[in-house]
């Protein structure tokens, strides 16, 4: 019964930035793995950045060094800070909240309605 919410998804240019953000209600969101997950035109949906509920992080190699995900448990919402953007990032962004963790990039757990990001000139 979690329902999540993501927001601030948008057209942007190469080389430019978006914060994505995630509001999750109706569990305990501090006990919840986040992720960050993508699907692009014609590919399958994948993860993008993962946060467990001790901190620890996984990033796609596409993606390392460029994004970081972050949480603030106070206000249930877990963030994807996304710099030095490119076209090839362009896709539906889901947040992910997982009560158990398994494995990193599993399509278990409760998902958003996605937020577009579209990066282009």
């Known amino acids: 019964q979690v329902q999540l919410v993501e927001s601030g998804g948008g057209l942007v240019q190469p080389g430019g930035s978006l914060r994505l953000s995630c509001v999750a209600s109706g569990g305990i969101f501090s006990i919840y793995a986040m992720g960050w997950y993508r699907q692009a035109p014609g590919k399958q949906r994948e993860l993008v950045a993962g946060?467990?509920?001790?901190?620890?992080?996984k990033y796609a190699d596409s993606v390392q060094g460029r994004f970081t995900i972050s949480r603030d448990n106070a206000k249930s919402t877990v963030y994807l800070q996304m710099n030095s953007l490119k076209p090839e990032d362009t896709a539906v962004y889901y947040c992910n909240a997982k009560r158990a963790f398994t494995s990193w990039g599993g399509q278990d757990g409760y998902w958003g309605q996605g937020t577009q990001v579209t990066v282009s000139s």
């Open positions: 946060i467990r509920s001790g901190g620890s992080t």
